[in-house]
């Protein structure tokens, strides 16, 4: 008997149209031989929706609107099964036993769902609680990584209310120019910007605190933005690096996820391979540190001297036609199938460890 995947995907996060393309991706990719698939959506506004008409064939999620016939329904355990719950009439309209949430940004990848899964006792591919919550807020990742001497860009954090409290010229003074504002919670460069002068660090800070009450001011580190994906539970493994160059001034979300043209990817990076293993060494000892299982991409800057600081900890990187993460594992020797296939064993092998800490009396 095959097991069912349930692909979740949307969310109330600015990256909602990402999700869609990475579920698309996923669900055409995955080995029905060994899995059945439903499609779960949440809706911009947080509500889960179920739409069993939908098609199930070469699906494109971005093109075709899932949740125009979708219908309410709630998540919860019934006679032992998870199950889609219309929530008008009551009925049980589906089951799964494994969740592969594709929600990137708040509400999905910071711990929140998974949470809800864990409490329903749900497997679900991806880090646990912890190394969601930890990886999605920067400055709490940052404070870790400096626990664990791994080199990171020095920076200034700023709360909302202690907006008055740091000024252009401080922040100058103690990161020099240019320097990055950015959300402290947000993922795929959302409200990431360049500053260069005074009006451009006021309009960063206005733009920044629109997606959280906490916000770095950080130095601009001058090198290769290089990448690393990461696979496994307690014996986690690297894959090769990979190099992104940006052909825009940095590498933004529209050039990530929007623009085709807006970088391109040189895997392997073309880098020393001294270098290249002294950085999957210390993304898999990051991993580790930020309490990561399942997967992640660990991204770096590495300057011309080779020294590096690690940028980034992303604890669910897009799965769309331009991403790195499945990219990497291409190249490493996991092609997309089987990528996802590992991911949803790496899932129900967490949840049965875990499962039997539950039941030691």
Same mark, same amino acid.
């Given at each position: 008997?095959?097991?069912?995947?349930?692909?979740?995907?949307?969310?109330?996060?600015a990256?909602?149209?990402?999700?869609?393309?990475?579920?698309?991706?996923?669900?055409?990719?995955?080995d029905?031989?060994?899995?059945?698939?439903?499609?779960?959506?949440?809706?911009?506004?947080?509500?889960?929706?179920?739409?069993?008409?939908?098609?199930?064939?070469?699906?494109?999620?971005?093109?075709?609107?899932?949740?125009?016939?979708?219908?309410?329904?709630?998540?919860?355990?019934?006679?032992?099964?998870?199950?889609?719950?219309?929530?008008?009439?009551g009925?049980?309209?589906?089951?799964?036993?494994?969740?592969?949430?594709i929600?990137?940004?708040?509400?999905?990848?910071?711990?929140?769902?998974?949470?809800?899964?864990?409490?329903?006792?749900?497997?679900?591919?991806?880090?646990?609680?912890?190394?969601?919550?930890?990886?999605?807020?920067?400055?709490?990742?940052?404070?870790?990584?400096?626990?664990?001497?791994? /080199?990171?860009?020095?920076? *200034?954090?700023?709360?909302?209310?202690? @907006?008055?409290?740091? %000024? =252009? &010229? !401080?922040?100058? +003074?103690?990161?020099?120019?240019?320097?990055f504002?950015?959300?402290?919670?947000?993922?795929?460069?959302?409200?990431?910007?360049?500053?260069?002068?005074?009006?451009?660090?006021?309009?960063?800070?206005?733009?920044?605190?629109?997606?959280?009450?906490?916000?770095?001011?950080?130095?601009?580190?001058?090198?290769?933005?290089?990448?690393?994906?990461?696979?496994g539970?307690?014996? /986690?493994?690297?894959?090769? *690096?990979?190099e992104?160059?940006?052909? @825009?001034?940095?590498? %933004? =979300? &529209? !050039?990530?996820? +929007?623009?085709?043209?807006?970088?391109?990817?040189?895997?392997p990076?073309?880098?020393?391979?001294?270098?290249?293993?002294?950085?999957?060494?210390?993304?898999?000892?990051?991993?580790?540190?930020?309490?990561?299982?399942?997967?992640?991409?660990?991204?770096?800057?590495?300057?011309?001297?080779?020294?590096y600081?690690?940028?980034?900890?992303?604890?669910?990187?897009?799965?769309?036609?331009?991403?790195?993460?499945?990219?990497?594992?291409?190249?490493?020797?996991?092609?997309? %199938?089987?990528?996802?296939?590992?991911?949803?064993?790496?899932?129900?092998?967490?949840w049965?460890?875990?499962?039997?800490?539950?039941?030691?009396?």
């Amino acid at each position: 008997m095959k097991i069912t995947i349930a692909i979740i995907f949307g969310g109330k996060s600015a990256e909602h149209d990402i999700s869609l393309n990475s579920a698309s991706n996923i669900y055409n990719a995955i080995d029905t031989n060994k899995f059945d698939l439903i499609l779960l959506g949440i809706d911009r506004n947080g509500n889960w929706k179920y739409n069993p008409t939908y098609p199930s064939i070469h699906i494109n999620l971005s093109k075709h609107s899932y949740f125009n016939d979708a219908n309410a329904v709630l998540i919860d355990i019934v006679e032992g099964k998870t199950s889609i719950i219309e929530k008008k009439s009551g009925k049980v309209s589906g089951t799964f036993d494994v969740a592969f949430s594709i929600i990137h940004g708040n509400t999905g990848e910071d711990g929140t769902l998974q949470g809800f899964f864990k409490f329903l006792n749900i497997p679900f591919v991806g880090p646990d609680v912890l190394g969601s919550a930890v990886c999605m807020d920067k400055d709490i990742t940052k404070r870790l990584l400096r626990d664990a001497q791994i /080199p990171i860009a020095d920076f *200034i954090c700023l709360k909302k209310s202690d @907006k008055a409290k740091v %000024s =252009y &010229e !401080a922040a100058k +003074e103690k990161l020099g120019l240019p320097l990055f504002v950015k959300p402290s919670n947000a993922g795929s460069s959302v409200g990431v910007s360049k500053v260069t002068d005074k009006s451009s660090f006021e309009s960063a800070l206005e733009t920044a605190f629109k997606f959280d009450n906490k916000i770095l001011i950080e130095e601009a580190i001058i090198g290769k933005e290089v990448e690393c994906a990461i696979l496994g539970n307690e014996d /986690p493994k690297p894959s090769i *690096i990979g190099e992104i160059i940006p052909t @825009k001034d940095f590498y %933004s =979300y &529209e !050039a990530k996820y +929007e623009d085709a043209e807006g970088a391109k990817m040189k895997i392997p990076a073309d880098i020393a391979t001294e270098v290249s293993n002294e950085l999957r060494d210390t993304a898999v000892k990051a991993f580790i540190a930020a309490g990561c299982e399942g997967l992640a991409r660990v991204d770096f800057f590495l300057k011309e001297d080779n020294t590096y600081v690690l940028n980034e900890i992303n604890t669910l990187p897009g799965f769309t036609e331009i991403s790195m993460y499945p990219k990497l594992w291409e190249q490493t020797g996991i092609n997309y %199938s089987n990528l996802i296939t590992k991911l949803i064993e790496l899932a129900l092998d967490r949840w049965k460890r875990d499962g039997a800490l539950m039941t030691v009396k």
